[in-house]
Structure formats: C-alpha cells, structure tokens
C-alpha cells in the first residue's frame, strides 16, 4: 500500500533529527540570523550613512526612506520566488539523498521490500521529499515574514498585510514553479541513488547538473538559441523557471517575452520532472536488491 | 499436507555460476524446517528469491500459495538473512515501531515491548542501533522478522554472533515460535547441532541441488547402528558375517553392526551361542553432521571395516 510506503519514510525520517534540521530548518536560520545581524548593524550606523547619502534620497516618499510601511503580503511573494536558489537547493538535496539511497546506505532494502510494491516504495520516498520540499519553503517563507517583523521593530516602521488583485495566484505560480523546479534536482538524485546505490552520488549528481544548467545558459546565445526555442528549455530548464517567474512577475519583462513560450517552459520543467522518475521506477523494478 | 513453500525447477545464474540448479523443494507447514549446505550451496540464494529480492534465472516458486513477489502472500511472511542492518539513529524500539508502519500495522507500544522481551532486549530497548553488537543486531533482526506476526519465518543463521547463553535462548524462542505460536520457522544455519536440536525437517543443498531431505529423525535412523562391547571380537565379526543382511565394523574397541533393528534379538542371541561375552550392546544414531557430511561430500568418511 503507498500510504504504508510514506508513512514509515515519515516514521523513519521523523527520527533522523540532523537530516531534518539540514534540509528544512538551516538555510532559514540561518539567513534570518544573518539578515537580523545586519539590520541591527544598519541601524547602529544609519544616522552616519544617512549623513553621506543626498537628503532627497532618505527623505521621506525618497527611494532610500526608512519610514515607509512594510508589506508582509510582499514578502511572502519574494520569499516564494526567491525559493529555488542554489543554497536551499544544496540543503534540501541533502534531505532527499538521504530519504532516497538511505535503504541501500543502512542495507534495509531486505526489511521493507518484501511486503510492499516497488512502485509504491519509491513513490513513498518521492512523496515525502515532497513533503520535505514544502516543509522548507513554509521555514523559508515564516523566517521570511519573521525577518519583516524584526526588521519593522528595528527601524520602527509600520507593518501592512496587502494580499489583492493578483498576489494571491502570483505567489500560487511561484510556489508551484520554484516547487517543481527543486523537485526536479531531487528526481535526478533519485534516479543516480537508484542507478548507483550511493548517497554522495544521490547528492552530488544533481549539484553537478545544477552547475552544468547554468553554463549551458549562458551558452545558449553562443548557440544562437533564443528563449522561444523549444530545445532552449528542453537543455535547460533553469531558463524556463526563470521564465515562468518572470511571466508571474508581469511588466515589460514580461510583455518582452515571446508568445507561446509559457507552454514550452511548462513542458521543460514537466519532462525534467517525470523523466528521471519514471527511469528510477523503471530501473528499480528489475534491480537485485539483496546487494546494497 | 500443505506447503508453505513451493519451488519447481528454480534456477539461478551469476554469469557462468549456477547458484541454484534446478531445485524442486516443498516445505511443509508447521513445525521449524532447517535449510543446510556447505558455503555456496544456494541457502542464501533461495532465500533471496523468495523474499523477491532477485529474480530466478528459471523455474518458479510460490510462497503462502502466492507468486514471488506478490505482496499480499509476502506479507504473511516474516524474514531475516545475513547479518541484519537498521539506520543507525534509531532505538531498537523505534526500529520495530517504523517496521510495523512500513507493513501497514499500527504502532502497539505492547507488540512491541513484548518481542522486545522475547529476544531479550528490553533493557536495550531505547538505545540506538548504532551501539549495538553483532549478537544484539541479531536479536533485533528476528525481533523485526516477527513484528508483523507472519504465519511463516525465515531466520538465516540467527545464533551467528551470539554468546553460548544467547544461542540456547535463541533456541528455544525457536522452538516456541512453532509450538506456541503455530508459525513456520525457516532455519539456515551452519550449526549442524543447533539443527539437529531445533528442527523437525531438513533439506540438504550443495552446488545448487536438493541432496536429501526429511524428517530429523529419520535422517538420522539411516545411519544408526548396534554398537557392541564384546570379547572375543573375531568371533563376533564373523557371526555378523554368517547373519543374512548385517555387516559390522570395527571402530575403536567396539564392534559397529549395521543390521534392521528388528534383527537384533536374533544377533544377541547368535553371538551368546557363539561363546561372544557381551559387556554392552546399544543403538547408536548417526548425528546430523555425518549425515550432511556424506551427503554434501564435504569430509571423507572414516574407512569402515566391513564383515562381509
């Protein structure tokens, strides 16, 4: 049964309290920590800075104004798009590394495989990094909120909650593309637990793809490849995340954009994802578990 | 007679090597049933197969009445082979809590604390896995074979690891696995005297094929012989000789008749006539260890002397 699949991956990952903490808790931590040292530090030398910069720059209704309301509708939105970047990207791999080639490091392939579906098995896994997944981008986006508050306190700045018109689907969209855009790294990294039975591989791999994607983008125009151009998107599914963010976004970046290419940063980042799983399955169904 | 296991014809191949050659096995249900073979005979191999862990080069096999790898069957069946593994930062209870979730069991803190007990882990029960010794991983692993209350069990060499005291516990956890709770305990181990004591039935592999199999008892009843204290022993040789179905053998200072039991009456009272002084006469079985050794070939027999 799968829901017996993810409920022992959840017993079981419940227990490994490090692993936890890396994936979902750290990366937030630890930037609140560092975001808070350095509003205190701005404020501490605030009136000194001020001194150097143009009046109309710090007056009030100025670019530079400390007296503006903050809005933690806004933040909510920035900290969703803001999701998939390469530092929570390495955190929450190390969490799926674990979950996905855990059986084959601690050998209990042997105890859990004989009375369950192969499908169901990794399915399980595949369910919980989502999980997983999620839990880090509710850390991320309350430490984001979090930071607000301190940063309100700080500079005794008043707090608005705005969440009208189109934040609401626009932070939907962000949540689902940076979502899906790090489920993506964790299916490679399913897929090289899978195919070679080890950990580091599981984290690793996804970190040398991630490396080799962003290369690839800034080859694209050597490669006289455009953003409308379907291979564009199929060889690197970054562009086409940072395409849908930019369509969420709206403005002229947005209306820049070519038509049609919406549809084909979605297909990218589908493939990317169902690919690798259904190869994982598909290798996992006829692999010899009794060496792991 | 209902079989727990079937397998006809199984097969299996690693590259040029055949781990299993053809093997045809039909373990009954009940009671415990020892798989034995020297090193590279198949045990561990059969047992892969069953569990669905490998898939067979040929031939097929059913468990509980299922398929390989059918998960309703599988889940009636419990196992632990080789030396057991769990993640290293779980307590040995929370092991047996996460392998009841993963068999779609609720979490019974009494099932658990009582197999806890039964393997003799109680006062290691919240201690992580990672401290543990062999002997206590061993524990733990038919602890975990048996969490899911399975109708049938396999224990691959169970007592590997343990101290004298833990191999006679272990023993007798065995024994009343079949007798008190009713299940079919699978027993590989290279402990031919454990066997002997714990198991009703046998199987002997070696290279892959099925060698002898049988109940205990009759395995054993093969090789039994009369052994005889007697003087003078050239006299008793060669009225062993002159009985029609018996031979003897000279082992020691005593004389070993092989001859049907019901014969023996007519022998004593041969060799009384004969002059023979008897000082003692018993039956005398073969143990296990000589039967698996003149079945695998793994020893050479001591040469026999034969009357006739």
Avoid at chain 1, 139 to 157: P, V
Avoid at chain 1, 219 to 240: F, M
Avoid at chain 2, 249 to 274: C, N, Q, Y
Wanted: glycine content about 10%.
């Amino acid at each position: 049964m799968l829901a017996d699949a993810i409920r022992s991956e959840t017993i079981r990952f419940s227990r490994n309290r490090m692993a936890m903490f890396w994936s979902m808790l750290f990366v937030p931590v630890f930037f609140l920590a560092i975001g808070t040292a350095v509003q205190f530090f701005t404020r501490a030398r605030m009136a000194e800075m001020a001194e150097a910069l143009p009046p109309e720059m710090t007056a009030e209704g100025g670019p530079l104004a400390a007296s503006g309301p903050l809005d933690l509708g806004q933040s909510l939105v920035s900290q969703a798009g803001d999701f998939a970047n390469p530092i929570i990207l390495l955190f929450v791999l190390i969490g799926a590394a674990i979950i996905y080639a855990g059986d084959y490091r601690w050998e209990t392939w042997r105890l859990t495989s004989a009375r369950n579906s192969r499908i169901n098995l990794v399915v399980g896994k595949v369910v919980l990094v989502f999980g997983v997944v999620l839990a880090a981008l509710l850390t991320w986006m309350i430490s984001g909120m979090i930071g607000e508050l301190i940063k309100a306190a700080i500079f005794e700045r008043p707090l608005t909650f705005s969440f009208e018109g189109e934040r609401a689907g626009q932070l939907a969209g962000f949540v689902a593309v940076t979502v899906t855009r790090l489920m993506q790294f964790t299916m490679i990294g399913l897929l090289a637990a899978v195919v070679t039975r080890s950990l580091l591989a599981a984290l690793f791999v996804p970190m040398v793809v991630a490396i080799g994607q962003f290369f690839l983008m800034q080859s694209l125009p050597l490669l006289a490849w455009g953003v409308g151009d379907l291979q564009s998107h199929l060889l690197v599914p970054g562009l086409s995340h940072d395409i849908l963010k930019t369509l969420l976004q709206g403005g002229p970046d947005a209306a820049a954009l070519p038509d049609g290419v919406d549809g084909k940063a979605i297909l990218s980042l589908a493939l990317w994802t169902v690919v690798p799983l259904v190869a994982s399955v598909a290798w996992f169904q006829r692999q010899d578990l009794s060496r792991e | 007679m209902t079989f727990v296991i079937e397998t006809r014809g199984l097969t299996k191949t690693y590259g040029s090597v055949r781990a299993l050659d053809g093997l045809s096995l039909s373990i009954p249900r009940g009671g415990v049933y020892g798989v034995l073979g020297p090193n590279g005979a198949g045990k561990s191999t059969l047992f892969r197969i069953l569990l669905g862990l490998i898939r067979p080069t040929d031939g097929e096999a059913t468990v509980m009445g299922g398929r390989i790898g059918d998960v309703a069957a599988s889940r009636r069946m419990g196992s632990m082979i080789e030396t057991p593994r769990f993640p290293p930062f779980m307590t040995a209870r929370q092991v047996l809590e996460w392998l009841s979730a993963a068999h779609g069991l609720r979490a019974d803190a009494a099932r658990v604390s009582g197999w806890l007990e039964r393997v003799g882990l109680t006062e290691a029960a919240d201690r992580r896995v990672r401290g543990f010794s062999v002997g206590m991983l061993q524990r733990l692993g038919v602890a975990a074979a048996l969490i899911t209350e399975p109708e049938l069990v396999i224990l691959d060499e169970p007592t590997s690891g343990m101290d004298p005291p833990g191999i006679q516990e272990m023993r007798a956890l065995i024994r009343s696995l079949a007798e008190r709770d009713g299940i079919t305990v699978i027993l590989a181990s290279h402990q031919l005297l454990e066997v002997q004591r714990v198991c009703d039935r046998v199987a002997i592999l070696n290279r892959g094929r099925l060698v002898r199999e049988g109940a205990v008892s009759e395995l054993t009843s093969d090789g039994e012989r009369l052994r005889l204290s007697v003087t003078p022993i050239s006299r008793t040789l060669e009225v062993l000789a002159a009985l029609p179905g018996a031979h003897g053998s000279l082992e020691g200072d005593a004389v070993m008749a092989t001859l049907p039991r019901p014969e023996a009456p007519a022998l004593l009272r041969a060799l009384i006539e004969a002059g023979v002084d008897i000082d003692e006469a018993r039956w005398v079985g073969a143990d296990l260890e000589s039967v698996f050794m003149t079945e695998t070939g793994s020893i050479q027999m001591p040469e026999t002397i034969h009357a006739r």
